[in-house]
């Protein structure tokens, strides 16, 4: 099994339950369990700034599943949930990125692992801090790589529970 972080996040339509969705619809697959998810954030958006805050959470999930079929079954999750694909860093419904994938480094066509640039972007860790504090991002604890970025515009919203509340 190799454990994965997932960054998710949306600030369209109802993006707290179109990421609760897509944890419950990966969770359901015979080979991929959810181990862990962050408290909810709230954060402003990224890269085009002239839109909604956006919700943004990690989880952890461990697959026997390798990376790219993690991954398409990532895109079918935001598929399902009317993912549209517009503008770089615009609105969205959802969004599920592989953050890291074990310890690989995988360069392809439409997958980097580690993402690219997630060691730069405080709504991606502090969340991954609070459940992985100690996983390696290059070279790096998450908790370093968490405290070396401004998070003052992270604010926690809701306790890890918050995706469960079927349960």
């Not at 690989?104 to 993402?115: F, N």
């Not at 100690?134 to 998070?151: F, H, K, Q, S, T």
Request: charged residues 25%.
């Amino acid at each position: 099994m190799t454990r994965a972080a997932l960054g998710l996040g949306g600030n369209i339509g109802d993006p707290r339950a179109a990421m609760s969705e897509a944890l419950i619809a990966l969770d359901k697959g015979p080979r991929i369990a959810v181990a862990a998810v962050s408290s909810l954030y709230r954060t402003p958006p990224w890269g085009r700034t002239n839109q909604p805050d956006f919700l943004n959470a990690v989880a952890l999930v461990d697959t026997d599943l390798g990376a790219r079929q993690l991954l398409d079954l990532c895109l079918d999750a935001e598929r399902a949930l009317k993912r549209v694909r517009g503008e770089r860093w615009g609105p969205r419904t959802i969004d599920v990125d592989i953050l890291t994938f074990g310890d690989e480094t995988i360069a392809e066509e439409g997958l980097q692992v580690p993402h690219p640039h997630m060691q730069g972007r405080a709504f991606v860790m502090v969340p991954l801090a609070e459940i992985a504090p100690a996983m390696i991002v290059r070279g790096r604890p998450a908790g370093e790589w968490a405290n070396a970025l401004d998070g003052s515009a992270v604010d926690r919203l809701e306790e890890p529970a918050w995706w469960q509340g079927r349960r």
